[in-house]
């Protein structure tokens, strides 16, 4: 494709095949734009010597000057006293001179860098010379930071990231201040290993327990194989001993075991694995060197609220609390049919007392555990339906009692309906399970039992409904139903005394008993499609790692990410105009065995939910227990968000069980101003009347530069978490 050209004046010089064009010059091919008062182009070298206001754009990139010599075949040259505009990440570089040394590449001398728009930056760093390359790095020599033209700063050699994809190198540094740990500095480096798998590797110094080194590594071979593991571990300085000192210093006085400082470490992993025949297996680790690592390493780039959220975010599945001394790990293979589903499974909890300290270990291991199960479905038409629930599973303890357990409980059902209004659902269940002991406490009782229980039940259940008009903005209409329901349950009372005993399910309760419920559902219809969702749920926002909002963070994109990303691509996203905007709930039992024997308190707590979100702004949830007899809440769990257009939001929520627990948590994020945000956290324990955690923070940011401070106070640790941002340079924070 030829240079089009266009000027006022045009002339050439057959001897050299030059043309030299004067005012308004243009030229320009395909991405390149060539804008200047005055040009000399060289048609055989394709070479342009440009003066007077010249301005040249490569994609989107920008380049202006005094003068340019280039070469526009190789798009390599030299700018005199100019400036280059790196759109992907928003540098400005002014120079003496600037050369183009590649496609991507510029190098500039007696220069200065900054991502701030305007002729007086909030920042530069200014330098003897400066090399970037796009999608690569950038180096200074004797470069020194300056805020508003005041130098602070001085090194004599800078490195800093100038791309906007995933690729190997160091990540920002996070510091930050504890009073367990000292002064704080974790140092990621991230590898990208192809375009499947990549790596992040984490140093973490603290001054006063030495450096835990971690490793996390993903791959995704498509959307529905891929997994992450990641350890890390420590010779830590410090150690509960159990002496008064060191439990009040370094320890945790919520139990009686002391904390080792040699080998501590946490080794976890989700893996999700298609195989053959559509099933899926799914693999979970949680392997911890003591009782106190996940409560002493709970925030950080690898701690266990940055590895809780990033679980639950890409697996739909989360880890035990960070304080659970009894960790799940899990291998489950499952494969669904249309009516049945299977599912195979290993399950080992990892009890870390026991495992350390105690002598025996009656923690229960479930290895293997088989379930195979039928949807309800009809029996050969005849309007009779059918479903079955099947266990087989071996129980195993290092101490203790061990064996076999196999449960098996098909249930039939006859749904009958009179017309739109009434729906009656008899249906009975047989329950069947056998033992085979291996190991049995009591020799004088057979090693291999069985139990035969039935249960029935009558369920009736209608629904009620009516849409309204109403005037609400963006609302058409406004669905109101009612779902009043009684059931009826009956299982017989059997001495069971004599099984053996696993879990819940050695023992089948008695019940004779009448449940009745009601359901009030409001659905509105939209006469648009519903906003999307904030990117941050409600929900989750309180439970964010101690430190800077991660709405201001940027990480690098994971393997996962980037197939998730892939995938989204090639799907379209289906919208719809239905919105269940709130949902109240109400059920209480009568026990008629309690009311024949003359008991007291025939009737159980009134228990109740409620949801209510109203668009994006406001949500409301909470669950509550009633005791009808001492006329109060025996428990209740109410929580709050409030959102506004600007951002700014307000979670509060209060949680409550006789004599076991009260406490109160909140979280405030608030712009003050475009630039400023204030970020609050507290929770309390109303009970014992002690705080749990309080903490609050800023961030100021302007479009290319932003600086945080947040202070956070829980137990008997206090930490600072700092937050430096330079756009396009990256942050630092902690």
């Known amino acids: 494709m030829p240079w089009q050209m266009e000027a006022d004046t045009i002339g050439y010089d057959t001897l050299s095949e030059t043309i030299h064009l004067r005012g308004n010059v243009i030229i320009e091919k395909q991405a390149i734009r060539l804008t200047a008062d005055r040009v000399a182009f060289n048609r055989k070298a394709q070479h342009a010597s440009a003066s007077g206001h010249v ?45 183009k040394t590649g496609k991507e590449s510029y190098q500039a001398e007696n220069a200065s860098l900054t991502s701030c728009d305007g002729d007086d930056p909030d920042w530069a760093i200014t330098a003897r010379r400066v090399n970037v390359t796009i999608e690569g790095y950038g180096t200074a020599s004797h470069a020194v930071f300056r805020a508003a033209d005041v130098p602070l700063v001085y090194t004599p050699y800078l490195l800093f990231p100038a791309k906007s994809k995933r690729q190997t190198g160091l990540l920002i540094p996070m510091p930050g201040y504890s009073s367990r740990k000292g002064v704080i500095w974790d140092q990621p480096f991230f590898w990208a290993i192809n375009d499947h798998s990549d790596a992040t590797l984490y140093t973490h110094i603290m001054q006063q327990r030495g450096v835990k080194m971690g490793l996390e590594y993903r791959y995704a071979l498509s959307d529905e194989s891929f997994g992450t593991i990641m350890a890390d571990g420590l010779n830590d300085r410090q150690v509960d001993d159990g002496s008064e000192y060191a439990s009040d210093k370094w320890g945790y006085n919520d139990d009686a075991y002391t904390r080792p400082n040699a080998d501590r470490y946490w080794l976890r992993a989700k893996l999700d694995q298609k195989l053959p025949g559509d099933a899926m297996a799914r693999l979970d680790l949680d392997l911890v060197s003591d009782q106190d690592y996940l409560v002493e390493f709970q925030d950080g780039s690898s701690g266990y609220d940055a590895t809780y959220k990033y679980f639950l975010e890409t697996y739909g599945r989360d880890l035990d609390t960070y304080d659970e001394n009894t960790r799940t790990n899990r291998l489950n293979i499952n494969k669904t049919w249309t009516y049945y589903a299977f599912n195979g499974e290993l399950l080992w909890n990892d009890n870390v007392i026991n495992r350390r300290w105690n002598e025996t270990d009656t923690t229960l291991q479930q290895m293997p555990m088989i379930m195979f199960d039928s949807l309800k479905q009809s029996a050969f038409g005849t309007g009779i339906y059918w479903d079955i629930e ?184 289906m919208l719809y105009n239905y919105l269940r905007f709130c949902r109240f709930y109400l059920e209480q039992s009568y026990d008629i065995t309690k009311a024949r024997n003359n008991e007291s308190e025939t009737l159980s707590d009134v228990y109740g939910e409620l949801e209510f979100k109203l668009n994006r702004y406001l949500s409301f949830n909470a669950d509550a227990e009633y005791d009808t007899y001492d006329t109060r809440f025996s428990s209740h769990n109410v929580g709050t968000t409030l959102t506004d257009w600007r951002g700014d939001r307000l979670f509060v929520e209060h949680r409550y069980e006789t004599s076991v627990n009260e406490s109160v948590r909140s979280a405030l994020l608030l712009n003050l101003t475009d630039s400023l945000l204030l970020r609050g956290t507290y929770e309390r324990d109303l009970l014992n009347d002690e705080n749990i955690s309080r903490g609050g923070g800023f961030i100021y940011k302007t479009p290319c530069w932003a600086i945080g401070v947040f202070y956070t106070k829980e137990d008997n640790d206090e930490k600072y978490d700092f937050l430096i941002n330079l756009g396009g340079l990256g942050k630092i924070s902690g």
């Open 390 to 573: 099947s266990e087989a599973t071996y129980f195993y303890r290092e101490d203790g009692q061990r064996g076999y357990r196999a449960d098996v409980h098909p249930r039939v059902y006859l749904p009958l309906r009179w017309e739109n209004y009434l729906s009656v659902e008899p249906s009975a269940g047989w329950r069947e399970t056998t033992w085979r002991m291996d190991r049995w406490d009591d020799e004088n009782i057979d090693r291999s039992t069985y139990r035969q229980i039935y249960d029935l039940e009558l369920d009736v259940s209608t629904k009620l409904s009516k849409v309204m008009d109403t005037s609400i903005k963006n609302v058409d209409r406004i669905r109101h139903s009612i779902k009043p329901q009684v059931t009826y349950t009956y299982i017989p009372d059997e001495d069971q005394s004599e099984l053996p005993y696993f879990t819940d399910e050695d023992r089948i309760d008695a019940a004779n008993q009448i449940t009745y419920s009601l359901t009030n559902t409001f659905t509105a219809r939209l006469d648009h499609d519903p906003p999307p969702s904030p990117t941050r749920q409600a929900d989750s926002f309180p439970s964010l790692p101690t430190g800077m909002p991660t709405d201001i963070q940027t990480t690098p994109q994971t393997a996962r990410q980037a197939a998730r990303q892939r995938a989204r691509q090639e799907d379209d996203i």
């Open 55 to 99: 301005m040249m754009t490569v994609g989107k990139d920008v380049i202006t000057g005094d003068s340019l010599q280039m070469d526009m075949r190789r798009e390599t040259g030299a700018i005199q006293n100019g400036g280059v505009f790196l759109s992907d990440t928003h540098f400005y570089i002014r120079g003496d001179r600037i050369e």
